[in-house]
């Protein structure tokens, strides 16, 4: 008897230990917490002047831009600046600043502070701080009214919306080591609390958010590096993330059935492009290349690689990127124009080998050739699909002999900030030293077009997009190129998510003030 | 024995040097542009001119490699191209990680091993001999990253009692974080009282704890049961088994202690070979320590961070060896006399 009360005293002795010890924070009220499951990295680069890369995801939650652009509408939502105006000119852009915002640190965001920002962005030249190349000087003229004097003209309003390298910052905390170290002075809802290495990055509300904390909000947002897609998949079914993306078709096929899970697809402004080697035998022959245009299954690596999520590609520029166009030439998957077109060219018959090379460790990519090469062999051409590693692939394509480089290039584009230049410019301007242009193609009228189109875009958009269209018709009767599809983001998002828009000018960006659970 | 010591430092000294001009030269001899990774993926052709002047990748590789190894003495490692870090920052920062690990397997292996390895000796021939011996072997052939998966499938998957991966559950982390001391959360929970962040550490540990003590354990069960085997068979043991004293006391005390010796030399290198098996567990169980921080950089191309790793690896595998010569030499003169 005396040993079962003393049994019993020990139970409950050791009970209300444990209460004691793992309890009580669960009776406190508990944060509301939103988790992103990022595939790589959540951070590579730290300061807001030099990012270009994965960081994208969370800066844009502590940072802000004076704009943002919505792409499907073509509008800009003001954000630091309230409105702006361009000269005739378009070389004279003014913003006027919202009042009353505070960066992080305490300090007021005014025009001084958004002059230093930009200045720093342009004088450190890390990142995409050459979306600015335009910008020749920056005026104040009082406190709330910032002026950019241009070069050129050029759509300012689309580079002051970027979500690399536009981000105005207190310039009184700016010192490289100091953000590098994993401290932020943005103005945005959200702000750094805790970092672990690069992989893990927990973001607090700031409580003197300008747009104020009433209404549904998380408190913190967790985002974490989880490169496992099966992983990510069991974390956001089980309820564990609130967003995941970068999933294969299959780990999305397994979540359809969840009902606590629903998946989001958008256009992005991404696509997968196949670039010739304009310099090599037999691909210098501008016939072959366009019957390889014309080998190309399409539609089946849409269905099949894609799962449905994309579409074939009209030119370069992605599909919901201005500059896109029904009026430029589309290719179809046609063996008998092939046939006839390396015929013409003295291929009859087929009988030579090409070498395609992409990025290893990326299925979709390794998918496509496959795909293709049983489509070449119906015409006695030897594709060799060989997969490298990106440095390898690239010191490849950059070899001083062209003979010595592949024959074919598979290649993703996206561009720093919504425009289409970047497309155009990359890959097909005239380079003296060879970086992007891993076609090695040169045409003078190409060349011309695109900057007479970019020199304009500020000043009269139809008529750019007119030029850019001209020029991609270049582009697809020369064939240096094609792009094969445009992919769409696919997102698994928990179904209590509300408020998340997918916004494809700022890839795999949520902006979790707007998001909330239900 | 200072000359000994003298003798064996010198080439502990060039074992490094060799270490670090080789994986150099290796690190440089792959088809890589580093300064492209270090802009960004869209990076211009003046940038990356630009960031090659400012990595020093410009310079012959004699020079890189002469500035490289005199800013290592210095404390001063190089920047990750990968992290934008200094490696030695990065290193201070996932290096914990897997020494924690690392001393908790070692711990299980020696808790469970060496007791095992008597038994074993005293029963010899008799059935749980067989069965020591056969899960020894387990422990020493089977591949760890097949073993972390069967562990995870079993008890994750089945029984849903431990958990998958990571060192802390995520919402445990966010509302109880570990105050950074050693970056080894089991004793950092532990001396800042965050109770919820030990359990959630200790729970977390396990999987990967055992996967790692599997190797060790297999190897202190046979070194145990060998070397015991031999000094139950000498002279003071029948002595003392003829003077009465208790069986107990034989092994633990008499025969123990002497066969002890040859088994922690094999820990010592055990434990160093430990840092490198670690890398593959790490990446089963999403460990974040110095094999996922290694494996990135392979992956990458990341020079500094490799050398970095190598480096560091290579100087506990030569000290801890220094460390177990010695300890030999002054145990027993004719080596350091040879």
Redesign the interface.
Known sequence: MLKNKINLLKLIGISLLLAV??GT?VLAA??Q?A?YAYTS?VT???DPSDT??NEIIWMNNVYETLLRYNPFKDTFEPVLAESYEKSADGKTWTFHLRKGVKFHTGNEMDAAAVKASIERTINR????S?IWDAVSSIETPDKYTVVFHLKYSTSLDLVVAAGYSAFIFDPKFSDHEWF?AGHDSGTGPYMVE?H????EI?LTKFPEYWKGWSGKHFD?V?F?E???AS?RR?MIGAG?ADFTEMLPISEINALKGNPNVKIVHTPSFQNLLALFNTQKPPLNNKLVREALAYTIPYQDIVEGVLGGFGRQSRGVVPYGLWGYSDRIKQYTTSIETAKVLLKEAGYAGGGFKLLLVYTSGDENERRVAELWKSELAKLNINLEVRGM?W??Q???AKSPDPNKRQDIFLFYWWP?YANPH?FLS?MFET?K?I??NLDYYSNPLFDDLINTAASITGTNRKEAINLYVEAQNVLMEDAPGVAIYDMEYVRAVRASLKGYVDNPAYPHVVFWYDCYRE | MISYIIRRLLLAIIVIIGVSIFTFLLTRV????PA??W??????????A?ARIELGLDKPIYVQYWKYITSFFKGDWGLSI????PVLH?LV??FPASLELIIFGMFIAFLIGIPLGIISAARDGTAIDHLSRIFSIAGVALPSFWLGLILQLVFFKELKILP??GRLD??TD????VKHITGMYLFDALVTGN??AW?SALSHIVLPGLTLAAYPLGLAVRMTRATMLEILKEDYIRTSRAYGLSETKILTVYALRNAIGPVLTVSALTFAYSLVSTFLIESVF?W?GLGYYAS?AIMT?DYPAIMGVTLLVSFIYVLLNLLVDIAQAFLDPRIRIG
Do not use: C
């Not at chain 2, 802009?39 to 990356?48: R, S």
């Open positions: 010890l793992f924070p508990q944060p917490v988790v990295e590579i680069f730290w270009f890369s030249g890390k990142g995409a050459y590098k805790s672990k290495g690069n992989e927990v913190k967790l974490k989880v490169p496992e992983t069991l564990q590693p440095d390898s690239w010191d490849l720093d970047s990359a380079e030293e970086n992007f | 792959v088809p890589s542009e492209a990774r802009v960004g993926p869209h990076a211009t052709t003046e940038q990356i630009a990968r992290t934008h870090q990065d920062l996932y998958l991966s995520m919402m966010l509302l109880h974080p109770f919820a359990v999403d974040p990135k191309v």
